[in-house]
């Protein structure tokens, strides 16, 4: 069915342009052009490509407000998301996932990298009749929610290095790469052909496979051509432990073991050296950055502009959604180098909004999307332009370093319109959260009273 939208203002690859028509057929953009909007539906303020969450742990979400308190890092961080994990089968799973999603597609998030280690039964065993059985509710939520997925199955071998697995971690590991492999090889056939979901695989980190066994994860890679991810240098204790094992670096690891290229990405690289920068740079491999989890977790700043200087392409992912807003992760590259640097632009704000966009999408295998030009992935996302925090900014500056996803009024992902007037087409977004998110976390839900109208939320007043 073909439809067509005009755009008050758009961002197009040559720049802002006004009174822009976008016709779409099915899936795809089949015009682009600049006229009256005649009986076109109207986006009025900017519309820009569909963002890409390019590192995401759906599940995660659940602790959002639960670890604020008190002192503690990474690690202690860790242990409470462990306690989230030992809690979910594939049902509550996907209603969390789907809440999620939808939440992200609330922010203007049209494509989800989801980085899958949850995979098998609290025991450890797969489940019965079906191994994949959490990788399939999440395309399922993805779906259900509006967004494409990069379902990047994730290979989780070891507790530690030289450590064995212990507690929630046996959920996550199939034993070693090619017990790892054979179930991958498995889900990457459940959806071959299917436009919206790509399976890509995971080294989870140094930390969870041992050098020996990376190699496997990396052939699933270039055997499919599909995307390569992994946990890079996220905390100096990390990088450590690595150095006195295997006298390297992890990215130097990742790198005598063919796991770095053109279709890999090193998530986070906040503590990176001169030879990793350069390493990542040359191979042609992604960065993405997360930087409101990395300040969340006291994790520290990345060096995304040098990185970005000798070659290095970079991604934006929310990870452990602390916050689901790609303007807040594209502003905070910039803004968290100010910090670092005490000096002021680093970064265009067209080239933190491509971070977002285009760049995340190529990382996710979805090299046809994150632009508005005939041919790409029909995603749309118009933000206001008359809000409290928009109103009277130039368009793009106005986006990256003032709008939030409280100013996306309409999502259209794949063709399909998800998002109107700022509402999903799942109804209350909120209250599926807090439902999801009660029946993981056993917080007992509340009723709170807002004015004249009633919000189901839960214990800690979570609501909206």
């Not at 749309?380 to 130039?394: E, K, M, N, Q, Y």
């Amino acid at each position: 069915m073909s439809l067509t939208y005009w755009c008050e203002r758009a961002w197009l690859p040559e720049g802002v342009a006004g009174d822009v028509l976008v016709e779409i057929d099915g899936a795809r953009i089949t015009r682009v052009e600049q006229g009256p909007p005649g009986d076109a539906e109207r986006l009025p303020g900017l519309t820009v490509p569909g963002l890409a969450n390019a590192h995401s742990h759906a599940f995660h979400r659940a602790l959002r407000g639960l670890t604020q308190e008190g002192k503690g890092d990474f690690w202690t961080w860790r242990e409470r998301m462990y306690e989230v994990a030992a809690r979910l089968d594939p049902g509550s799973y996907q209603r969390l996932a789907t809440a999620v999603y939808a939440e992200m597609a609330l922010a203007g998030v049209t494509c989800v990298g989801e980085f899958h280690y949850l995979h098998h039964d609290r025991d450890g065993r797969p489940y019965p009749g079906d191994d994949n059985a959490m990788g399939h509710a999440l395309v399922r939520a993805a779906r259900a929610a509006g967004l494409r997925i990069a379902l990047l199955d994730t290979c989780y071998v070891s507790g530690g290095i030289g450590a064995p697995l212990a507690g929630p971690q046996l959920r996550f590991s199939d034993g070693d790469a090619e017990r790892w492999a054979v179930r991958a090889e498995r889900l990457q056939a459940a959806y071959d052909g299917q436009a919206d979901v790509e399976i890509g695989a995971a080294i989870h980190s140094v930390r969870a496979v041992p050098p020996e066994q990376m190699q496997v994860v990396a052939d699933f890679s270039h055997r499919h051509a599909a995307p390569l991810h992994m946990h890079v240098s996220e905390q100096r204790a990390e990088n450590a432990a690595c150095v006195e094992r295997y006298a390297a670096t992890p990215v130097q690891v990742l790198h005598e073991r063919g796991a770095l290229g053109p279709r890999s990405t090193a998530v986070h690289a906040t503590h990176l050296t001169d030879v990793d920068i350069e390493l990542l740079a040359q191979s042609g491999t992604y960065i993405c950055m997360c930087p409101t989890t990395e300040r969340d977790l006291a994790d520290g700043i990345g060096p995304a502009r040098t990185a970005a200087d000798r070659g290095a392409r970079i991604t934006l992912g929310s990870d452990s959604h602390a916050v689901i807003d790609l303007f807040e992760e594209a502003r905070a590259v910039e803004l968290n180098e100010r910090l670092a640097s005490e000096r002021r632009g680093h970064w265009r704000a067209a080239d933190l909004l491509r971070a977002a966009t285009a760049e995340g999408h190529t990382s996710l295998g979805f090299p046809d999307a994150g632009l508005l030009v005939p041919g790409a992935w029909a995603d749309l996302v118009t933000l206001r332009l008359d809000s409290v925090r928009t109103a009277g900014a130039p368009d793009l500056e106005a986006v990256v370093y003032a709008a939030t996803a409280a100013d996306v009024h309409s999502v259209v992902s794949g063709g399909r319109r998800v998002v109107a007037d700022g509402r999903h087409v799942l109804g209350d977004v909120g209250r599926l959260l807090a439902e999801a998110i009660a029946a993981v976390t056993g917080a007992p839900e509340t009723v709170l009273e807002t004015g004249t109208e009633t919000a189901t939320g839960t214990a800690r007043g979570e609501w909206r």
